[in-house]
């Protein structure tokens, strides 16, 4: 008898499962990835010679060494005469082997160094080195 | 007599097509925006013709206007970057570490962690730069 009932008893009808919270979560997430990430069109270049077997040292530099200074101003210089970028590439093009130096002083901005670095490699010029003066202790 | 007819029940596919569009702008964000050169301050990387195309993975040091850095999104003193990006040098010698510096920083808030950082081995240190005319 009592299987009987059992058998008859209709089936609990389920709850609907609520949807808001989901759509709150999500909103949630799109939210935190539209704020956290950068849509720049982002590159890099690189700021040490990962290739460790071309000696920086006084290796054979067939034309010589360029000591490029970058002023606060932005300006580069070569032997204390200031250039503008273009005439910088034009200096830079007639000896591409040469082993160009920068020596920016400290108060120069990001752009200046990235600007001098990229006419730098942009007159064909492989051996780039930043440097730096430091106190001695 | 006339007997209020009750609403109809609005039908519950709007919400699942609600949801669709809400996931759909999700996938887009997450796909088109990257993660790994946040910072809890303004940076506008330099332009630079010359850049190549950035992988993931690796650190990420950014350099506010000022001089504040900040590690893979937490600011940091300059002390405390050096020291942690050293111990993740140990570990894995090979590691990417970014330099996302704003294009105003001044040269000696970056150029002395840059040597730091060669001077104990790490040898894929980069730049963060842009292209001219990203973004506009």
Partial sequence: ?137 | MRIARPAPRTAPETVIALIDVVFFLLVFFMLIGRMDATAPFDVTPPESLTGADMPGGGATLAVAADGALALDGAPVDAGAAAERLLARLADQPDLLVRINAHRDAQLRHVLPLIATLEGQGAREVVLVVTPPDAGK
């Fill in chain 1, 1 to 137: 008898m009592a299987e009987m009932l059992s058998l008859t008893r209709p089936r609990p009808s389920r709850a609907p499962v609520s949807l808001v919270p989901m759509i709150d979560v999500l909103l949630i997430m799109l939210v935190f990835f539209m704020v956290t990430s950068t849509y720049l069109d982002l590159d890099m270049i690189p700021a040490v010679d990962s290739a460790e077997g071309a000696a920086p040292g006084p290796a054979a530099a067939a034309d010589g060494t360029v000591l490029i200074r970058l002023g606060a101003d932005g300006r580069p210089a070569i032997q204390g005469r200031s250039l503008l970028h273009g005439e910088l590439a034009a200096h830079l093009a007639a000896r591409p082997d040469a082993q160009v130096i920068v020596l920016p002083t400290g108060a120069a901005t990001m752009q200046a160094l990235v600007s001098v670095m990229d006419t730098v490699t942009g007159a064909g010029v492989t051996r780039m080195r930043v440097v730096r003066l430091e106190a001695r202790p």
